[in-house]
């Protein structure tokens, strides 16, 4: 029996997002793991960002990013919270268990060291530590649950 000219291109749609839902990481994600690993993404581009900044006047100055002494381990820790939603449990459900109390760690961790960071000089500051410390307080009450995100829920249509 000849296939129809219509089975052609939808063997190659349903061929292209098989291929992407096995390339594509986020797939099957839990919202919960997905916004953890946002805001651990943002952490880590706040580390990149300067935590102090000596300015010269007129001559220019000199700026140093988390990535220094006790920085990195504010760096580590946000990593570790992708690490530990990729590779550990199931990707489809929330934290529950050792998961959620290791990412909450992560987070928490990331933010105890930037305080650290913070008050062995607190001489020149500048905005990336106080976003880095942010990131991680945040992260870490989200996925303990103590902070949620509100959901958008249709309004429903008008009474007549």
């Not at 220094?68 to 449990?89: N, P, S």
């Not at 928490?108 to 305080?115: P, Y």
């Not at 062995?120 to 303990?144: D, P």
Request: net charge positive; aromatic share 12%; glycine share 12%.
């Amino acid at each position: 029996m000849p296939k129809s000219h219509k089975s052609r291109p939808n063997q190659i749609n349903k061929l292209i997002m098989e291929q992407n839902s096995v390339s594509n990481p986020f797939t099957g994600l839990h919202k919960q793991k997905l916004y953890a690993l946002i805001i651990a993404a943002a952490g880590i581009v706040f580390c990149l960002l300067p935590w102090w900044h000596v300015s010269f006047g007129g001559y220019g100055g000199y700026s140093i990013n988390g990535l220094h002494r006790l920085g990195i381990i504010t760096f580590i820790g946000f990593l570790a919270v992708g690490g530990v939603t990729f590779f550990m449990g199931d990707k489809s459900k929330p934290y529950e268990g050792q998961e959620k109390m290791i990412a909450a760690a992560c987070f928490g961790g990331a933010a105890a060291f930037g305080i650290i960071t913070l008050l062995a000089n607190m001489h020149y500051l500048s905005f990336g530590i106080f976003l880095a410390i942010a990131a991680g307080v945040i992260g870490a009450l989200y996925v303990w649950g103590m902070v949620k995100i509100p959901e958008n829920k249709k309004p429903s249509p008008p009474a007549q």
